[in-house]
């Protein structure tokens, strides 16, 4: 079992910057994958992307890519997102989720996650 728990959500302007984070805990963080996804208001969850469990693999969505960062610390159980150039459609609630497999194919999918955090909001206004 693996609880997350995200963090950092807030209110910035287009252009700006955010960090958002995810701590887990109950079982051995290194071993699982993470990933996040994002909601819009009336839009189906969005995958953003994802981390191997080494942190040594990423795959992101093109939408993010060369704008979003996303890092691991094993040793805090942590896994962050830094977002760049900020822009008014990436308002979204922001989801990490825990997965026991690493397919760079398959981190798209939500199915393929065993566990999900709460979310944390992130509204950027233009």
């Known amino acids: 079992q693996v609880q997350l728990v995200e963090s950092g959500g807030g209110l910035v302007q287009a252009g700006g910057s955010l960090k958002v984070s995810c701590a887990a805990s109950g079982s051995i963080f290194s071993n699982y994958a993470m990933g996040w996804f994002r909601q819009a208001p009336g839009k189906e969850h969005e995958f953003v992307v994802a981390i191997s469990g080494s942190g040594g693999s990423t795959s992101y969505a093109d939408f993010v890519k060369g704008r979003f960062t996303i890092s691991r610390d094993n040793a805090k159980n942590t896994v962050d997102l830094q977002m760049n150039s900020l822009k008014p459609e990436d308002t979204a609630v922001y989801y990490c989720?825990?997965?026991?497999?690493?397919?760079?194919?398959?981190?798209?999918?939500?199915?393929?996650?065993?566990?999900w955090g709460q979310g944390t909001q992130v509204t950027v206004s233009s």
């Open positions: 989720a825990a997965s026991s497999r690493w397919s760079r194919g398959m981190m798209t999918t939500r199915r393929w996650y065993d566990y």
